[in-house]
């Protein structure tokens, strides 16, 4: 069947912060930009996971009177705690001693969700066309090779690839500019950098998994407003990583963990530390007596400004987390999300008004360069370089980067590919973890339920692998299968008959919660996501 065709001004793939900043700038700078906007999850916000801390500026900027308007900030950061752990206890580290990016004056705690369904909200009475459901597949050129706009998944597509009875064609939507805002390792994104050769003399994006709970705990615990962040145990001291703790709303806390994906050792499984995290005895006593509610999982994209790719291509732009616009120094990326679709957008209001279509914005990368944000950004730069080099060495280089010469040393490190730095399974020691509890520790495929993750059972596996062979010739073979242990909700299963014999891997891809990290940390880079139908994944409520 053909597919039907729409044109817009503007297309957005993408519904998060990056991509809903952009289509209200546009509307505010123009009301009668035709901007079309497009989600994957069910609906605005259900796959949006954060921590997250968030820094106004950039909101502020967008809607300055966002206080008046509702935006859900309700609970502002009265507290920091930045905490050391050992393995039966540790030091809490003075706020005095700590570089300006842990503290969160001014900040606010947050559902990242709740604040993406408001800009969605704000977008819509607007005037901004948006879809969710529609997954954002192929990336569509005109003949001189200009991005045109995107093709949205067929629907009702079998596990053997052929129509069922229930077969609808995707849709082609077609813009004089198409924006990119798949968030953290995008889909298209990464095919678009590929094709343009848009990381040419960028460094390699480095990345962290995040994993997240929301709890409702005991009202005498809470401490509204407390921001508490971890290093050390139970990660090793050469593994960069470390937790969240953050309480807002009414008895909420939003805890989790966060591995480097440059770690070395493929017996480590960044769920099982953070399963073991909640055990310490300075943390087990903020959870005990509490109910956990939601589970969640997302890559994040943390090598800073040396790993930003090129933002421009004929016919479009990458925004948000899909270029990696993220301090990890500060572990926020929503205001920077924010900025940049405001700066793109603006840089399209200016095209569009010249009648200009299909080129590249040039104007958009030289207003990041004068912003608020590449300052920031720049100032933040050696972070994830010198934490890589381990806890200690890491926190005591950063304290004399961003202390002694605030952020303006006259070097900056370089960032190199997370999946090449796992070793051989010989060369390491298996990590024994304890059994969950089911009370304070879990399992994956409970915690997978939580996430209200669905994916419907006869369609293509959106996890696809280059070479089918790999996964036992290679990765089972050197590495005792790692992506059994980075994937947070199981979906990768080494599977043997009765006696042992006849390794295969199982690919259980109804679990995916779609953080990616199977695509960024598979040594050979053998595994590619592609995206299911839309509509499918997770949907998170306040994550």
Known sequence: MERESMEFDVVIVGGGPAGLAAAIRLKQLNAEINVCLIEKGSEIGAHILSGAVMDPQALTE??????????????????DRFVFLTETGGFQVPNALLPDCFINHGNYVISLGQVTRWLGQQAEALGVEIYPGFA???????????????????MGVGKDGQPTDAYQPGMELLGKYTLFAEGCRGHLGKQLEAKFNLRNGADPQTYGIGIKELWEIKPEKHVKG????????????????????????????????VVGLGYSNPYLSPFEEFQRYKTHPKIRGFFEGGKRLSYGA?????????????????????????????????????????????????????????ERQLDELTTYPEKFRQSWLYQELHKARNFKPWMSKG????????????????GKAPWTLRNSADHAKLKLASECEPIQYPKPDGVLTFDRLSSVFLSNTNHEENEPCHLTLKDASVPVQVNLAKYDAPEQRYCPAGVYEIVRNDDGSNPRLQINAQNCVHCKTCDIKDPTQNINWVVPQGGEGPIYTNM
């Open 62 to 79: 967008l809607i300055p009177d966002w206080k008046e308007q509702g935006a859900p900030l309700d609970t502002e950061v009265t507290e």
């Open 136 to 154: 954002g597949a192929e990336v569509l050129f005109d003949e001189n090779g200009a991005v045109r706009g995107v093709a949205t998944g067929d």
């Open 226 to 257: 407390l921001v508490m962040h971890t290093a050390g145990w139970p990660l090793s001291s050469d593994t960069y990583g470390g937790s969240f703790l953050y309480h807002f709303g009414e008895n909420l806390v939003a805890v989790g963990f």
């Open 298 to 354: 997302r890559a994040i994209a943390a090598g800073g400004l040396q790993s930003l790719p090129k933002l421009i291509f004929p016919g479009g732009a990458l925004i948000g987390d899909d270029a990696g616009f993220l301090n990890a120094s500060r572990i926020k990326g929503s205001h920077a999300a924010i900025k940049s679709g405001m700066m793109v957008a603006e840089s399209i209001a200016e095209a569009l008004g010249a």
């Open 391 to 406: 806890t200690y060495l890491g926190a005591l280089m950063v304290g004399v980067d961003q202390i002694l010469f605030k």
